[in-house]
């Protein structure tokens, strides 16, 4: 049988000739694709074929990404892998009988059957999961009796680095139709979640002593993970769309490694979308300008994205109708703001995706994707620390993406998600507007993701200015606490603790409890405000 059409473009490039373009990868295209490549056949420890998921023409007409050794610290770059693994490739030599490997047999797993019930395509709610979900079986032989592409006696052995070649085709295809990467070589592999990759990364890119730049306000355990190996963040300024180019610059090109104690940042870690802690999302045009500056000052970018499915139309007030839902899978994908990778043209955005916030954080299963020099040192790392995520997570996530809803169904699912977190947002500025004392606290609506900022004018205290900045902050902090709440301090998010200041800021989330939950607890969080300072009721 022939191979399945591929979709081109002619562009011409003389006046004699024209070379081909295949157009980008859409839903529809998947099965072609997937025709073209063969049934796909992977064992135990098997490698996946990279090219083939990517299509093995579809980015030949695209530059490779630069070459970044000047990058990679004399770890990473001496890093040899796994020898063992590396024999894997001989596995698929037909007749061989392997005494090689330490794979245990599959007949010593005491599991026959894996089961679970989940959504049906369309029907997500918690309820409609509980009374219509579908079963879905995963066997031990599936693979062998001809049933099934992935089973237990495959996903329950040792793995690849890089993580099954069945999920890793998956993620390949998603990270295609939604991003679109400009250059030829870019790669995925899997991780156990973006902290674990975020560790990894700062293990390639930097040395004891090194600056990495971050939000002035960003994730703690980032700065809780580069501290030990002694590494700084360096705090670049914001504002309402988060990270600013234009600071992001200032301290680049004004940089004194002496007064400052060590080399300039070569690394920027952000989180563009949902930010955490401060729920900004920089819009497309922040996006190109901090790529600029990441060009001009040969800085790679760490793009830690798990809120990017989380957003949402713009807050319009509390009696405001609830907004449409996409009408399709394009308008969804289109209404997304560009990532730092759909931009990328030189190989310099490493990003970071996650099951975690959008199907369950317990899967601890992610991807990165980056050039395949980069990917290649990652999966030489994991090899020999991490190894792959957790066989039994993938086999259950593969039965779900794949063989359950597809790209279509996992694209609905992310719509019924934002749609969801878009109500609880909603709830919680509703009750902000409703319980808060506006006197001294703002805020701006959160446009992704899962967290509301809160400011505080301080210096509206009546203790102050004899009580500092962080001394009004615990008492408030406490106060909320008696009083039944939790808020998050914004000092626990500074990116360098050793910076000057001069705002104060709590952080929310409307990411767990019920709508009366989240009303009762900004009410007693406004509370808590009006008794420290002393305001009327």
Same mark, same amino acid.
């Given at each position: 049988?022939? =191979?399945?059409?591929?979709?081109?473009?002619?562009?011409?490039?003389?006046?004699?000739?024209?070379?081909?373009?295949?157009?980008?990868?859409?839903?529809?295209?998947?099965?072609?694709?997937?025709?073209?490549?063969?049934?796909?056949?992977?064992?135990?420890?098997?490698?996946? !074929? #990279?090219?083939?998921?990517?299509?093995?023409?579809?980015?030949?007409?695209?530059?490779?990404?630069?070459?970044?050794?000047?990058?990679?610290?004399?770890?990473?770059?001496?890093?040899?892998?796994?020898?063992?693994?590396?024999?894997?490739?001989?596995? +698929?030599?037909?007749?061989?009988?392997?005494?090689?490997?330490?794979?245990?047999?599959?007949?010593?797993?005491?599991?026959?059957?894996?089961?679970?019930?989940?959504?049906?395509?369309?029907?997500?709610?918690?309820?409609?999961?509980?009374?219509?979900?579908?079963?879905?079986?995963?066997?031990?032989?599936?693979?062998?009796?001809? +049933?099934?592409?992935?089973? /237990?006696?495959?996903?329950?052995?040792?793995?690849?680095?890089?993580?099954?070649?069945?999920?890793?085709?998956?993620?390949?295809?998603?990270?295609? /139709?939604?991003?679109?990467?400009?250059?030829?070589?870019?790669?995925?592999?899997?991780?156990?979640?973006?902290?674990?990759?975020?560790?990894?990364?700062?293990?390639?890119?930097?040395?004891?002593?090194?600056? #990495?730049?971050?939000?002035?306000?960003?994730?703690?355990?980032?700065?809780?993970?580069?501290?030990?190996?002694?590494?700084?963040?360096?705090?670049?300024?914001?504002?309402?769309?988060?990270?600013?180019?234009?600071?992001?610059?200032?301290?680049?090109?004004?940089?004194? $490694?002496?007064?400052?104690?060590?080399?300039?940042?070569?690394?920027?870690?952000?989180? &563009?979308?949902?930010? !955490?802690?401060?729920?900004?999302?920089?819009?497309?045009?922040?996006?190109?300008?901090?790529?600029?500056?990441?060009?001009?000052?040969?800085?790679?970018?760490?793009?830690?994205? =798990?809120?990017?499915?989380?957003?949402?139309? =713009?807050?319009? %007030?509390?009696?405001?109708?609830?907004?449409?839902?996409?009408?399709?899978?394009?308008?969804?994908?289109?209404?997304?703001? =560009?990532?730092?990778?759909?931009?990328?043209?030189?190989?310099?955005?490493?990003?970071?995706?996650?099951?975690?916030?959008?199907?369950?954080?317990?899967?601890?299963?992610?991807?990165?994707?980056?050039?395949?020099?980069?990917?290649?040192?990652?999966?030489?790392?994991?090899?020999?620390?991490?190894?792959?995520?957790?066989?039994?997570?993938?086999?259950?996530?593969?039965?779900?993406?794949?063989?359950?809803?597809?790209?279509?169904?996992?694209?609905?699912?992310?719509?019924? /998600?934002?749609? $969801?977190?878009?109500?609880?947002?909603?709830?919680?500025?509703?009750?902000?507007?409703?319980?808060?004392? +506006?006197?001294?606290?703002?805020?701006?609506?959160?446009?992704?993701?899962?967290?509301?900022?809160?400011?505080?004018?301080?210096?509206?205290? &009546?203790?102050?200015? !004899?009580?500092?900045? $962080?001394?009004?902050?615990?008492?408030?902090?406490?106060?909320?606490?008696? !009083?039944?709440?939790?808020?998050?301090? %914004?000092?626990?998010?500074?990116?360098?603790?050793?910076?000057?200041?001069?705002?104060?800021?709590?952080?929310?989330?409307?990411?767990?409890?019920?709508?009366? *939950?989240?009303?009762?607890?900004? *009410?007693?969080?406004?509370?808590?405000?009006?008794?420290?300072?002393?305001?009327?009721?």
């Amino acid at each position: 049988m022939p =191979p399945a059409a591929i979709d081109v473009d002619l562009v011409a490039e003389t006046d004699t000739s024209a070379i081909t373009i295949p157009n980008p990868l859409t839903l529809d295209g998947i099965s072609k694709r997937r025709t073209a490549a063969g049934k796909l056949i992977a064992g135990v420890a098997a490698l996946g !074929n #990279v090219e083939a998921f990517k299509g093995e023409t579809q980015h030949l007409h695209k530059p490779f990404a630069k070459r970044w050794d000047h990058h990679l610290n004399p770890e990473a770059r001496a890093r040899k892998g796994n020898r063992l693994k590396g024999a894997a490739v001989y596995l +698929k030599t037909p007749g061989l009988i392997s005494l090689g490997g330490g794979l245990p047999s599959s007949e010593y797993f005491p599991f026959d059957e894996l089961s679970f019930k989940t959504a049906q395509v369309g029907h997500y709610t918690e309820k409609e999961v509980h009374e219509d979900g579908v079963m879905v079986t995963a066997g031990k032989h599936d693979l062998a009796e001809d +049933k099934g592409l992935f089973d /237990i006696a495959t996903a329950f052995n040792y793995g690849q680095g890089c993580g099954s070649a069945q999920l890793l085709r998956f993620i390949y295809e998603h990270t295609e /139709i939604v991003h679109q990467p400009k250059y030829r070589d870019w790669q995925c592999t899997m991780t156990i979640g973006s902290t674990s990759a975020l560790d990894m990364c700062l293990r390639m890119f930097t040395q004891r002593g090194d600056f #990495v730049l971050a939000e002035e306000y960003t994730f703690s355990a980032a700065v809780e993970t580069a501290a030990p190996m002694g590494v700084r963040m360096v705090g670049v300024g914001m504002d309402d769309e988060g990270l600013l180019a234009e600071s992001m610059d200032e301290i680049l090109s004004n940089w004194d $490694e002496k007064a400052r104690g060590g080399k300039k940042p070569a690394l920027l870690y952000t989180v &563009p979308t949902g930010q !955490n802690p401060t729920g900004a999302t920089q819009s497309a045009a922040r996006r190109r300008a901090v790529y600029e500056v990441a060009q001009k000052h040969d800085v790679i970018i760490l793009e830690d994205e =798990p809120y990017y499915y989380l957003q949402m139309a =713009p807050y319009a %007030g509390p009696d405001a109708p609830e907004a449409a839902p996409p009408k399709s899978h394009e308008e969804f994908l289109s209404a997304l703001v =560009p990532s730092f990778l759909s931009l990328d043209t030189d190989g310099r955005v490493v990003r970071m995706d996650s099951f975690s916030k959008v199907v369950s954080p317990g899967s601890r299963i992610g991807w990165i994707t980056a050039p395949a020099q980069i990917v290649d040192r990652y999966g030489k790392h994991a090899d020999v620390s991490t190894q792959s995520p957790s066989g039994m997570s993938q086999l259950i996530m593969y039965k779900l993406l794949d063989e359950t809803w597809g790209h279509q169904g996992y694209l609905d699912w992310l719509i019924h /998600i934002r749609m $969801e977190y878009t109500r609880r947002r909603n709830v919680m500025l509703a009750a902000c507007d409703a319980h808060l004392p +506006k006197e001294v606290m703002s805020w701006k609506a959160p446009m992704a993701g899962m967290f509301h900022w809160l400011q505080i004018d301080y210096k509206k205290h &009546p203790d102050y200015p !004899n009580k500092s900045i $962080e001394d009004i902050e615990e008492s408030i902090f406490l106060a909320n606490i008696a !009083n039944g709440a939790l808020a998050m301090k %914004g000092t626990w998010f500074y990116a360098d603790d050793e910076a000057e200041h001069d705002t104060m800021f709590f952080r929310t989330t409307y990411a767990a409890a019920p709508f009366d *939950k989240i009303k009762e607890g900004i *009410k007693r969080l406004g509370d808590a405000v009006r008794h420290e300072f002393k305001l009327a009721a």
